[in-house]
């Protein structure tokens, strides 16, 4: 439970930055950092068993057939993601306390990083990867709060957009390839899918697994050719930026690489698509690094560069680069973190971030600088730094592989020049940004330090840069060992993190990086003015361009489709269903099976013909509403009599109900409709929809031919089997739809729930003239309450709320329930509401139709949880046979319950609908007294 509860609690404590704004912004950080302070403190509770090798999986079944459990795990590699996420989430909010600015409004940022917390959370954690892809999705849509925060910027809002649509799209590419890798394994659950590897790379669809698990990493990490949402990503606050680059989002892509390598690696397909893709992005971001003037823009082309080295360590596909694109994720979270805050702070402070107008900063903000100067040391790989170690390892595992034949050699040249940029960009912010003579007409001057807590969350990050270099065999040895262990999937390699390894030729290719790069910079002024010379592709018009053009497409297409013609609709539907259906019907060599059709006796053969005429009528009547209307009824009331006549007592009272409430609600429609409408379509028209309904008659009719007279397999034997001893109930209709598929009647009366209130808000406040004359041209009489329906009604009232107690207590086990109690209810309350007006009936009814729905709702799903707490599935049923003194023994059932909702919910929507339609005429009439 420890597990989930790390996941859940930045999302159960979402509250506390919402109810705490208005309170102080200090209050607010507090209350946001409650969760991952707990947090930590749970994971810390897991570290004995996770250093000492050990695996932590924790799962609740909830779909097992769909091979989805709520279930986490918890090894070495998990441990180190989550320390980082809650880790440096807390540094985060303690620095966006005095980043943001008292415009902004704290705790809706606060809120969304919660949330964003919870998803990457989630994503390290799952031990299912069904679960994982919800996570997955989740820190997309997360993100994209995160990064349109500041929704009055245009920048923000385009780059939300463009991060959602490349890593949603990656993430559809994902499930997919999630969905395969799980159909080959048999299971979703990571033990048994990272256990298959063997399995899995021999299955003829590991190419296609591979290449759509890849989308997903690529896009989400802004590998090649994804890159180009990560910079546009900039437009968000600070904080999420330092947040986003450090510990989340980007590092999501990272992570699956980790944890699905030793399921899906170890192939030359592999290898290429990773190590390749991994080169190029390291060597695109680095030199396009060099060439940013934003601050911002160079450390987010920094990321990508970094990112790439890490995705090209675990295409090399040894055991040693895996560790070593470990280490770099540990590293870069902390120099990445501390120079994105540091960026935060010059831009809080100066009021800009080009690098062409923030020199000579030395003077102004020598702490900030020096904290400045560590960290962007760190990214170049300095030595005595973190940075350093973890590079050597990446120049020594360039230097091992051989899988490229006679051009091997461009692995380590394609990572010297990348070292190399790194150099010069880091160089640059250095040296640009905090000497280069004096600043150039800032809006804020002088600049000056920040407030002291500001600092804090850098100051423990370059402290981290400072002794992960200084002393790695006592800070980072044991987490990075198990977090390789996990990644690797078994024992581990031979490797040592001392920081003098000798004069050796990565040592040497160190050197050439951070020579050549001092040179690079120095020459900066000749490539810049190289570069500006070079065509530009602004990523973030062309991807605005492309999305337009699709929007428009899709628009044109849409007209052309749905052109707000419900015959064109039907038509095509019609038409679609003819030529798929009739197209396999006749390929049967016969169309009527072996098994005997039944017996067709009078009264059903009469209750046929006329069920037949009476809808031609309402076709045949259509434009004259009332009269349609009329034989419409008489169609359902001859759909129930054939429920009852083939044994299905509770669809035939469900059809009576519905009926009613349905007529009720079209006669209050045709109050406000013209008598007749108008003749629409030309003969030549009617006698096309005349071929295409008698075509479709046809159909149905060899349809039901088809299936009914062969042999054929049915569930309904296991529920006539299991409704007593499993549902407690002989009424198997009742107990289907309350037990076995109870989570299906949740969702159905959820949608009944929000339907009920959309219409309400559509119709509430709209007022329509009331026509002057009926249909026959009669005045309405003006005794709008007449008395004989006044009286009845308030006569019918009492006796019907006592038939829908009856059957509501009686569905378990006979035909009933909650929804057809709920109906009759409706229909008797409505009925009151036309005989005595809408205030008479509110006055006195006192009930708010809402909270009735919602109330329902509520109870259904309470109901399910309930089932969880005694350790069964969701919306399991409980019951037992009571003996009740005068009454005698009676069986009671959890379901109750659960019908109870659905009962409320059924009355409350279907009252919010039809006693809102009776107030749109625009003259109220006289209530009676």
């Known amino acids: ?156 809002r385009k780059g939300a957009r463009m991060a959602l649509a490349v890593t949603g799209g990656g993430g559809l590419a994902l499930l997919a390839g999630v969905l395969l890798l799980g159909q080959v394994v048999g299971s979703y659950e990571l033990s048994v899918v990272l256990a298959s590897g063997d399995l899995i790379r021999e299955h003829a669809l590991y190419p296609l697994i591979l290449v759509l698990v890849l989308l997903g990493v690529f896009t989400k990490s802004a590998q090649f050719p994804f890159h180009f949402w990560l910079p546009h990503a900039m437009a968000a606050p600070t904080p999420v930026s330092a947040y986003l680059h450090s510990a989340t989002m980007v590092k999501a892509g990272v992570f699956l690489l980790a944890r699905l390598y030793p399921a899906l690696s170890d192939t030359d397909l592999w290898f290429f698509l990773v190590s390749i893709t991994g080169m190029a992005t390291l060597l695109l971001g680095a030199c396009t690094a060099l060439f940013q003037h934003d601050l911002k823009g160079l450390l987010a082309y920094s990321t990508i560069s970094h990112l790439g080295l890490i995705t090209l360590l675990f295409g090399l596909d040894t055991q040693l680069a895996a560790v070593a694109a470990v280490f770099h994720i540990i590293n870069h979270a902390t120099f990445k973190a501390s120079l994105f805050m540091a960026a935060g702070i010059i831009d809080h402070e100066t009021g800009t971030r080009d690098m062409r107008r923030i020199n000579g900063l030395w003077k102004y903000m020598p702490h900030t600088a020096t904290l400045a100067m560590v960290a962007a040391s760190a990214m170049a790989g300095v030595p005595l730094l973190n940075g350093f170690l973890s590079k050597e390892m990446f120049f020594t595992e360039t230097l091992q592989q051989h899988q490229f034949g006679n051009f091997s050699w461009m692995v380590p040249l394609v990572a010297v020049i990348a070292g190399v940029f790194s150099v010069a960009y880091s160089l640059r912010f250095i040296h640009d940004v905090f000497f280069n003579g004096k600043p150039v007409n800032l809006p804020k001057f002088p600049p000056h330090e920040p407030s002291r807590y500001m600092k804090i969350p850098v100051e423990i990050l370059v402290a981290l840069c400072l002794l992960v270099g200084l002393v790695p065999g006592f800070t980072v040895a044991g987490l990075l060992a198990v977090a390789a262990a996990a990644t690797l999937g078994g024992d581990l390699p031979t490797y040592s993190l001392a920081i003098w390894h000798g004069f050796n030729l990565p040592l040497a290719m160190s050197v050439v990086a951070l020579l050549v790069g001092v040179l690079i910079y120095f020459g900066r002024h000749r490539l810049l003015g190289w570069h500006v010379h070079l065509p530009r592709l602004d990523a973030k018009n062309l991807f605005e361009r492309v999305i337009q053009r699709l929007v428009n497409q899709a628009a044109m297409l849409t007209l052309r489709i749905e052109n707000s013609s419900l015959q064109r609709y039907l038509l095509w539907m019609l038409l679609t269903a003819l030529l798929m259906s009739g197209f396999w019907l006749m390929q049967l060599p016969s169309l009527v099976g072996p098994m005997p059709m039944t017996p067709v006796d009078g009264a059903t053969l009469v209750g046929a013909v006329l069920l037949m005429l009476t809808a031609a009528a309402t076709a045949y009547w259509h434009r004259r509403r009332l009269v349609s209307l009329v034989m419409l009824s008489v169609v359902g009331l001859f759909v129930a009599l054939a429920f009852a006549r083939f044994s299905a007592p509770d669809l035939a009272l469900t059809q009576l109900s519905v009926e009613s409430v349905t007529i009720i609600l079209m006669m209050l429609a045709l109050f406000f409709l013209p008598r007749t409408s108008p003749a629409e379509s030309s003969g030549l028209r009617r006698g096309r929809d005349l071929l295409i309904a008698g075509l479709a008659g046809v159909l149905v009719t060899g349809l039901c031919l088809a299936v009914l007279t062969r042999p054929y397999d049915s569930i309904a034997g296991y529920f006539l089997a299991n409704s007593l001893s499993g549902g407690g109930g002989t009424n198997v209709v009742n107990v289907i739809l309350v037990d076995f598929r109870g989570f299906d009647t949740l969702g159905e009366v959820t949608v009944l729930a929000i339907a009920g209130a959309a219409i309400y808000a559509l119709i509430h406040g709209l007022r329509l003239r009331k026509p002057s004359v009926d249909e026959q041209g009669w005045t309405w009489a003006r005794d709008a309450h007449p008395f004989m329906l006044v009286n009845l009604s308030r006569l019918i009232l009492p006796l019907a709320l006592m038939v829908s107690v009856y059957i509501f207590l009686r569905g378990h086990n006979l035909p009933g329930g909650g929804f057809i109690a709920g109906l009759i209810t409706a229909v008797a309350l409505i009925l009151q509401y036309i005989a005595s007006g809408h205030a008479w009936s509110q006055a006195r009814w006192g009930v708010d139709f809402h909270h009735l729905a919602g109330a329902g709702v509520i109870i259904a799903g309470l109901t399910g949880v309930g089932s969880w707490l005694f350790g069964y599935p969701f919306l399991t049923s409980a019951f037992d046979h009571f003996a009740i003194p005068l009454v005698g023994e009676i069986e009671l059932a959890t379901a109750l319950l659960f019908d109870l909702g659905v009962y409320l919910t059924v009355v409350g929507a279907t009252l919010l609908i039809l006693s809102n339609l009776g107030k749109l005429s625009i003259h109220a009439a006289r209530e009676p007294e």
């Open 1 to 156: 439970m420890t597990l989930a509860l790390i996941v859940l609690l930045p999302l159960l404590s979402f509250f506390l930055p919402l109810l705490t704004d208005t309170k102080g912004r200090s209050l607010c950080a507090l209350a946001t950092m409650v969760a991952p302070v707990l947090g930590l403190i749970l994971l810390w509770s897991h570290a004995a068993t996770v250093f000492s090798g050990g695996v932590v999986v924790q799962s609740w079944p909830w779909i097992e057939r769909l091979g989805l459990t709520i279930s986490f795990r918890l090894d070495g590699l998990s441990f180190l993601f989550a320390l980082l996420i809650l880790g440096i989430g807390i540094l985060v909010i303690i620095y966006a306390r005095y980043y943001l600015s008292k415009n902004d409004p704290m705790g809706r940022f606060f809120f969304f990083l919660l949330l964003f917390m919870a998803a990457m959370l989630g994503v390290v954690l799952s031990e299912n990867l069904l679960l994982m892809m919800f996570f997955w999705e989740l820190t997309s849509l997360s993100s994209f709060l995160l990064i349109g925060y500041w929704s009055h910027s245009s920048d923000a």
